[in-house]
């Protein structure tokens, strides 16, 4: 059973920030490969920061210096510091894991960046 619960979404003003978090059910969080993901106006989900199983981060290029991923063994939950947003930023954010090949998801957290 993989359970996965964001939060942190809301309302920002462009240059503002904020904090999602990801909740995991995972057995051995400390080694998965976990990531967040967000679906915008396009209607694609697309990567936006991931964990591999090795602990090495891979970040849209849209997100470079702007977001950071981080994570709380203890707590077993996954961070994504968002800095600098943007309008484009909007969407919904997923938190995603992948385990032999299949992937999971959460429900999703909405980010809204708006004057």
């Known amino acids: 059973q993989v359970q996965l619960v964001e939060s942190g979404g809301g309302l920002v003003q462009p240059g503002g920030s904020l904090r999602l978090s990801c909740a995991a059910s995972?057995?051995?969080?400390?080694?998965?490969?976990m990531g967040w993901y967000r679906q915008g106006a396009g209607g694609q989900r697309e990567l936006v920061a991931r964990f591999s199983s090795s602990g090495v981060t891979n970040y849209a290029d849209t997100v470079k210096g702007r977001f950071a991923l981080s994570k709380d063994i203890a707590k077993k939950t996954l961070y994504l510091q968002m800095n600098s947003l943007k309008p484009e930023d909007t969407g919904v954010y997923y938190c995603g894991h992948s385990h032999l090949g299949t992937n999971y998801w959460g429900k999703g957290t909405l980010v809204t960046v708006s004057s």
């Open positions: 995972i057995t051995i969080f400390s080694i998965a490969a």
